[in-house]
């Protein structure tokens, strides 16, 4: 049996030497650890910069990217799993998703891991059992909202960066009564920008970040009352601001003309940062969502986007510790800067002080120090019944902004959505 | 010939079977059998014991889409959008057609060639390519339309971000791209009149807009009837150019939602909303059953009393 194991062994090791020579040469003694993922965009991150350095640590463990299109990922590695031939290490989707895998044993509990106490609750939020007994994926990036502006509009008019709601709607004034600029860019017409880059992105202010989420979620707080209603209240105010024509435009519209000049200040996500920088002429600047006035405390939406966990079916456990070692390295402060500084706009979740090159990305990297951070108040738990939360937010969010309702009756109709199917919020 | 006759005398026409198997299996194989299986479908829904299994539930699927206070809502509104963008379609895109076909007619064989093979392009460009140079040509930023239609006195709007007029402008450039099928349609059987019939017209003293209505126009009765049924199946199966357009949420408000941009977000989710297959085939069934009843009304009821005129 031994004999037969060994032979197997070689041939195999054989066969991957064929296949894989270059990791194969380097060490001989294991099969590469197999990463699965969407991110088909940062293969060669991950080839000459991320797997290099961990192999610098660890230079018996080979490691190997393997991503598929962003599109057919799901579907392509549950096919995998169900066929036993998924890679060690599974790039996680946020919630429900990867809740999904973990329950069905796909994914394993990783509460025990080395390196997981660098993380807040509300970055592990995203890949944690609804009871909070099991967390089952590193952490690796979220994207962090706020507002982008033309330095060269601002000094022109001499204005400066807002901090709290009154000095924005000053600053937005100002640009609107000179007229060379569209105060805000932003278009309804794709709807999400609306609920993403407007309602969540302004919102965690007048909720209290992880108070108001939470509170939803454990049927206390309601959409249509205190800072929910406040947030839409507030978003309703943007509607004159509006580029001409907002309801036409699409996001890559709103993304063009905020580029070439066109307006003076674009509600943004840092995943625009990359892109942005290569197209625009003029420098970009960065501000925090406006603070209602006199509130101290700010709060900022620092979406969990992406983590990576184990897979739960390998029957090796030496080939499962070199994943979970390697799972630890993404963990570190290393991985951290590494992955921050390659992706600017994706900001690692460890509470390791990361610093960038990039200066925007390390701006906006800072309001997680002066703020508190939380989470799109409708992706966890919230949006798993019809009417759909999320999609309820995005259409009454855009209608909100077309002026066809008022605040109070887009905040009446995301509750009785919510109401209609989720237990805690039927209470009364 | 003699060999042949004197076989037995009703020999079963093996022949006939052999050349009718490979439509026969085709459609039963891909048409038939997926329908009636998404028939099925619609009458299961997920066990919530055990989401894998599906469990029988008769025509509760059926139920919950038309009368709750969610979806009920949103399968009205697709209902009422794709009445209007079959209505928007024949009112403007058949008469057009109809119009463009008598003039094709009567202009000389080249030169209407050249507009024939003009008018008939767009119809076989992809949804994708006429979606995406109309959102650009709407573009409030940099699109043209504004401009042109400024010329007859239109000011600039978001014609695609207005509830009140981003159905009928997706309606319109559908019937911009596809007027050239029932003009082509209408010109086969403008041209298959025979003369002597129009020139006897004339000798009695018809005028151009007598021979069309009292000759031409009751000739080509039995083409209308074509071209408004092939209408009618098109626009409720219509999904592609609203998807192009105004994505899967068909927005603004719902207010370009057909039946089948529903069908869709229902059956494969969308962003957060988890997919729902047995909902998604009831939306389906739904869309089955209008287009079945239409064909069958045109059929037993309008076809049925067109007079056929053979020359």
Known sequence: MTKNKLTGLLAASGILGLLLAPAALTSAQMDPIVIESWRNDDITIWQDVLIPAFNAQYPDIPVVFAPSAPAEYNAALNAKLEGGTAGELITCRPFDVSLGLFQAGNLASLNDLAGMENFSDVAKSAWITDDGADVFCVPMASVIHGFFYNTDAFSALGLEEPTTESEFYAVLDAIQADGTYAPLVMGTADQWESATMGFQNIGPNYWMGEEGRLGLIDGTAKYNEGGFLAAFEALSRWTPYLIDNYQGIAYPDAQSAFTLGLGAIYPTGSWEISGFEAQADFEIGAFRPPVPDGQEQCYISDHTDIAMGLNGNISDPARAEAARTFLSWVASEEFASLYSNALPGFFSLSNASVTLDNALAQEMLDWRGECESTIRSSYQILSRGEPNNETDLWTNSARLLNGEITAQEAADTVQAGLEAWYAPQQGG | ?311
């Open chain 2, 1 to 311: 010939m003699r060999v042949l006759a004197r076989g037995p005398r009703r020999k079963f026409p093996t022949h006939i079977i052999v050349f009718l198997a490979p439509a026969f299996l085709i459609y039963t194989v891909f048409m038939v059998y997926p329908l009636f299986d998404s028939l099925r479908l619609s009458l299961f829904a997920p066990d919530p014991e055990s989401p894998q299994e599906e469990t029988f539930v008769g025509f509760q699927n059926y139920q919950t889409l038309l009368t709750s206070e969610f979806s009920g809502p949103r399968v009205q509104g697709a209902l009422q959008n794709n009445v209007r963008f079959f209505a928007i379609h024949m009112l403007v895109q058949n008469p057009i057609a109809l119009l463009l076909a008598t003039l094709l007619a009567g202009v000389a064989r080249r030169t209407g060639a050249i507009y024939r093979t003009l008018i008939f392009t767009p119809t076989v460009l992809s949804f994708v390519l006429v979606g995406f140079i109309w959102s650009i040509i709407l573009n409030p930023i940099w699109g043209i339309a504004d401009d042109v239609l400024g010329l007859v006195g239109l000011d600039a709007a978001p014609w695609m971000g207005l509830p009140e007029s981003a159905l009928n402008t997706l309606g319109l450039i559908s019937v911009w791209q596809f007027v050239g099928i029932p003009m082509m349609l209408f010109l086969v059987a403008i041209i298959g009149i025979p003369e002597e019939v129009i020139e006897a017209a004339r000798v009695d003293g018809a005028t151009s807009w007598g021979v069309f209505w009292r000759i031409k126009f009751p000739l080509i009765l039995p083409t209308v009837g074509v071209v408004s049924v092939l209408t009618f199946v098109g626009n409720f199966n219509a999904f592609d150019l609203v998807y192009t357009m105004q994505g899967a949420l068909a927005g603004p408000n719902f207010s370009t939602d057909l039946l089948g941009t529903l069908f869709y977000r229902t059956f494969f989710g969308f962003q957060l909303t988890p997919p729902s297959p047995t909902m998604g085939a009831a939306v389906a069934g739904i869309m089955f059953m209008i287009i079945l009843t239409g064909v069958v009304v045109y059929l037993l009821g309008i076809q049925a009393r067109l007079r056929q005129y053979e020359f």
